[in-house]
């Protein structure tokens, strides 16, 4: 249902606003009962607090038959994956990298990519004019209820993903010409979440993120970019066939530059938006400018956050990053894919609610973990069956060879366990019937022509890989990898004074 009265055309002042593509309206003014369902869930958890995110019992079933699960030897909130699991992370991840190229050579950024450090010194300058400007209190709690801290000291387990980012260009001559540029890790992050809140695969305390820095010559380009990267988050979300609605909260200065920004968002989304303007003069929460988050809604309606893109200057700045001709960057931080592990809750949860609807759904061929499984109709059968899997192994096509003394009935719920997409019953003498979902009976398939299929459906849905440009040494937007920033001098005094007084640096006395 649309939202009422839909009197501007825009947010306009301080305050919570309800977008759709039908119109805009004050939140106060639209009752519950004329806003969309997954937005009033929205309204319920980031104002009235009730931040209620409870499992789907399917994606519970799945997480568990695939191997994950809680880790019991370490503390609450740090999760284990075995197996199949192991392999969706892994490809999950290398997902992440992928999508993010494409969209960055959609976007035509040149991109650097980094793989970072865990630990950071909560007492270096820069963390500690960071922490003040996203919190405003000096003290290193971004998220949850305190920072990993070892050994009692200033020495702090990451939190957040762009740390080691902004960390490199803090060493290096950021090219102005060159903007935007980007650059990609995905970072192992870590964040005490409260106990309460813990939910497997979805809300952790140890997980993956794969985040990119764009940085433009200022917030004007980095609003430019956010548009066009917009539309790329959407493609990939597209892959979950799910509702959407958006959270965005942005500070009364860019909201008041910009009054069409947020209806264009919307109406390119097709979804609700909650627009929470700030007070003038005030930041966001993290200290950006404008924060949009992608909130998935899920088999039981609740909208939960998956991709996301912020907006800032003053952080950046916080960091002492500039350009070679003295530039002063804005920076879009942007996790298009979401978390490593929110990404295949998610994907699970397609699967229960495409189920729900009536349907036998399977997951994408890149994230399956077993594509194939081979079934002797008999004892007599097992060599033959032995000899095609391995056939289907050898053209790329993860099989396991299903060699218990079972009952088909049996062997056959086992795969659909694992949502296995291709179950193939061998004979004796090597004639092969093939099952594959979405269809629940076998049919006659000479071996040749099963593995032609398979292969061939593997190679189409195969991730491309992340990086498929040559890049030009010429525009490096760092420069040569010999050349420092002019004030390098003075960025090692600091370190030099920080090293006096905790007493060593990378195990060498002060």
């Known amino acids: 249902m649309s939202p009422a009265p839909l009197a501007v055309e825009a947010p306009g002042g301080p ?33 009235a607090g009730r931040r209620v995110e409870p499992t789907p ?69 820069r963390m500690r004019a960071y922490t003040e400007l996203t919190r405003g209190d000096g003290e290193v709690d971004l998220y949850g209820d305190e920072p990993y801290r070892i050994d009692g000291g200033s020495w702090v387990l990451r939190q957040t993903a762009c740390f080691q980012k902004y960390a490199l260009l803090t060493e290096r001559t950021l090219a102005d010409r060159a903007l935007p540029v980007a650059l990609f890790e995905i970072s192992d992050s870590f964040r005490r979440e409260p106990a309460e809140a813990l939910r ?26 956010a548009l066009p990267l917009h539309r790329r988050v959407l493609r990939v979300l597209g892959e979950l066939d799910a509702k959407l609605v958006l ?3 942005a500070t009364h200065e860019f909201a008041a530059a910009r009054p069409g920004f947020f209806t264009e968002l919307v109406a390119r989304a097709d979804a609700p938006a909650l627009v929470r303007i700030g007070a003038p003069g005030a930041l966001c929460m993290d200290g950006v400018e404008v924060d949009v988050e992608y909130k998935v809604v899920d088999a039981l309606g609740c909208p939960r ?35 490593v592990e929110r990404y295949v809750f998610l994907a699970l949860d397609r ?26 109709a008999d004892a007599a059968a097992l060599g033959a069956a032995g000899g095609l899997a391995d056939r289907l192994a050898a053209a790329g096509v993860r099989t ?34 093939l099952r594959s979902r979405p269809h629940e009976t076998f049919r006659a398939c000479p071996p040749d022509a099963a593995l032609a299929q398979l292969a061939a459906e593997v190679r189409r849905e195969a991730l491309p890989p992340p990086d498929r440009t040559a890049p030009r040494l010429t525009r490096h937007p760092l420069g040569r990898p010999g050349d420092r920033r002019e004030n390098w001098g003075e960025h090692q005094r600091d370190e030099q004074r920080d090293d006096q007084q905790k007493g060593t640096r990378h195990g060498e006395p002060a």
């Open 400 to 433: 396991e060879l299903d060699d218990r003394d079972q009952p088909l009935a049996r062997a056959l719920a086992e795969a659909d366990a694992l949502l296995v997409p291709h179950v193939l019953r061998v004979g004796a003498d090597g004639s092969v019937e």
């Open 351 to 376: 699967i229960a609610r495409r189920e729900a609807a009536g349907e036998r759904p399977r997951l994408p061929l890149w994230l399956t973990p077993v594509v194939a499984r081979v079934v002797p």
């Open 200 to 225: 497997l695969a979805f809300r952790q305390r140890r997980f993956h993120l794969p985040e990119a820095h764009l940085h433009t010559a200022d917030v004007a380009g980095a609003a430019e970019l």
């Open 57 to 125: 019992p399917r994606v519970a079933e799945l997480l568990a038959a695939f191997g994950f699960g809680w880790e019991p030897l370490t503390e609450p909130g740090h999760m284990r994956a075995f197996g199949h699991a192991a392999l969706m992370l892994g490809q999950a991840k290398r997902h992440a990298a992928a999508e993010a190229g494409a969209a960055l050579d959609a976007l035509g950024l040149p991109r650097i990519t980094l793989d970072g450090v865990r630990l950071v010194d909560a007492d270096h300058p």
């Open 305 to 339: 956050e998956l991709s996301t893109w912020q907006i800032d200057h003053r952080i950046t700045a916080s960091f002492g990053l500039r350009g070679d001709e003295g530039g002063r960057p804005a920076t879009v931080h942007t996790v298009l894919t979401g978390g």
């Open 247 to 249: 959270l965005v909260n």
């Open 15 to 47: 305050g919570d606003w309800v977008v759709t593509p039908e119109g805009v309206a004050a939140l106060a003014e639209v009752p519950a009962a004329g806003r969309p369902a997954a937005l009033d869930r929205l309204v319920e958890q980031e104002i």
